[in-house]
């Protein structure tokens, strides 16, 4: 199925993640040593920032972890959305222990002004997690493109679209991470440069703000795909196109196909058979036809069902 989500191999994701979880946790240790040394807004929020990361990467390995789960009586249709879920407290976590910390401090910052001093170790310290923030961001950014050209997608349009929130969540968060760490530069040499804290400030702000961007947009992707996220026209093709190449199928009328977890379809179809057979023989074939449906590593459970005589071809999205 070429247009469609093809299932990464189990590594890749979770090599990611931990190659995130690792970055993040070194970067938030000297950024809150630097911001202790210094007394800058901006590292403050910058420490806030890379902590609630590290703890974000948590929630994500679990997320990876429990929705790779194989379905089981009480969850017929797998374990998948649980990436979602375990993905949307990471994004929450982002918001509230990043974005609403950064954009406190900054404000009272703005209120009760500190100085700042020692800026040398702010600007090596930042330097140090560009490099390993960088690390961590070309990795995501390799498996999004790999997977981006499989689909012949866009990366970012990938990154949006994606069934995959671990691997959104990384990426987006990496993406402002770097971001944040320019804007951060840019408030601690003006502060330097003025010998006003409010530019450090309102590095802090502008850095809160972006998270709190981030985090909503990865809720909202989050929220579409616990509800019931259906797919691209591109992969219902490719999952129409796949049921009508069956040797036993004369005719597909009706295709439902929606997300049950990253890389996971459910797929519901309306079918005309080959030929005319007695009716145990036709429910065997559309049994026999579900289980070949699902061999397929994306699909994780098929229903087929026999169209009406005056019902019209599947038209396509």
């Given at each position: 199925?070429?247009?469609?989500?093809?299932?990464?191999?189990?590594?890749?994701?979770?090599?990611?993640?931990?190659?995130?979880?690792?970055?993040?946790?070194?970067?938030?240790?000297?950024?809150?040593?630097?911001?202790?040394?210094?007394?800058?807004?901006?590292?403050?929020?910058?420490?806030?920032?890379?902590?609630?990361?590290?703890?974000?990467?948590?929630f994500l390995f679990v997320a990876e972890r429990r929705s790779r789960r194989p379905?089981?009586?009480?969850?017929?249709?797998?374990?998948?959305?649980?990436?979602?879920?375990?993905?949307?407290?990471?994004?929450?976590?982002?918001?509230?222990?990043?974005?609403?910390?950064?954009?406190?401090?900054?404000?009272?910052?703005?209120?009760?002004?500190?100085?700042?001093?020692?800026?040398?170790?702010?600007?090596?310290?930042?330097?140090?997690?560009?490099?390993?923030?960088?690390?961590?961001?070309?990795?995501?950014?390799?498996?999004?493109?790999?997977?981006?050209?499989?689909?012949?997608?866009?990366?970012?349009?990938?990154?949006?679209?994606?069934?995959?929130?671990?691997?959104?969540?990384?990426?987006?968060?990496?993406?402002?991470?770097?971001?944040?760490?320019?804007?951060?530069?840019?408030?601690?040499?003006?502060?330097?440069?003025?010998?006003?804290?409010?530019?450090?400030?309102?590095?802090?702000?502008?850095?809160?703000?972006?998270?709190?961007?981030?985090?909503?947009?990865?809720?909202?992707?989050?929220?579409?795909?616990?509800?019931?996220?259906?797919?691209?026209?591109?992969?219902?093709?490719?999952i129409a196109r796949r049921v009508l190449e069956h040797r036993d199928i004369a005719?597909?009328?009706?295709?439902?196909?929606?997300?049950?977890?990253?890389?996971?379809?459910?797929?519901?179809?309306?079918?005309?058979?080959?030929?005319?057979?007695?009716?145990?023989?036709?429910?065997?074939?559309?049994?026999?036809?579900?289980?070949?449906?699902?061999?397929?590593?994306?699909?994780?459970?098929?229903?087929?069902?026999?169209?009406?005589?005056?019902?019209?071809?599947?038209?396509?999205?």
């Amino acid at each position: 199925m070429a247009a469609s989500e093809k299932r990464d191999k189990p590594g890749s994701t979770l090599l990611t993640v931990a190659i995130a979880f690792a970055a993040n946790a070194l970067v938030a240790a000297a950024k809150s040593l630097a911001a202790i040394i210094t007394g800058s807004a901006s590292m403050t929020a910058e420490a806030a920032h890379s902590w609630a990361d590290t703890g974000n990467q948590v929630f994500l390995f679990v997320a990876e972890r429990r929705s790779r789960r194989p379905r089981d009586y009480s969850h017929p249709m797998g374990y998948g959305r649980e990436a979602y879920v375990w993905s949307m407290f990471a994004a929450f976590g982002l918001f509230t222990a990043g974005a609403v910390v950064s954009i406190m401090h900054g404000i009272q910052q703005i209120i009760t002004p500190e100085p700042a001093s020692d800026f040398l170790v702010a600007y090596v310290v930042l330097a140090v997690a560009f490099v390993l923030e960088g690390v961590s961001f070309v990795q995501a950014f390799r498996q999004t493109r790999k997977m981006a050209q499989q689909l012949e997608r866009n990366t970012l349009k990938q990154v949006l679209i994606s069934s995959d929130p671990t691997l959104r969540a990384v990426f987006a968060e990496d993406a402002a991470a770097l971001i944040g760490l320019v804007v951060a530069f840019a408030g601690v040499f003006l502060h330097q440069i003025t010998g006003s804290a409010v530019p450090d400030a309102v590095g802090s702000i502008v850095v809160g703000v972006l998270l709190a961007v981030v985090a909503v947009v990865l809720i909202d992707r989050n929220r579409r795909f616990l509800v019931g996220q259906g797919v691209t026209p591109d992969i219902e093709r490719s999952i129409a196109r796949r049921v009508l190449e069956h040797r036993d199928i004369a005719r597909l009328t009706y295709l439902h196909v929606e997300f049950v977890g990253p890389r996971k379809l459910y797929v519901v179809a309306a079918v005309d058979l080959q030929g005319d057979h007695p009716e145990h023989q036709v429910a065997v074939a559309l049994r026999r036809i579900e289980r070949e449906l699902e061999d397929h590593e994306t699909v994780e459970e098929a229903v087929l069902t026999l169209a009406t005589p005056d019902e019209t071809a599947w038209s396509g999205a």
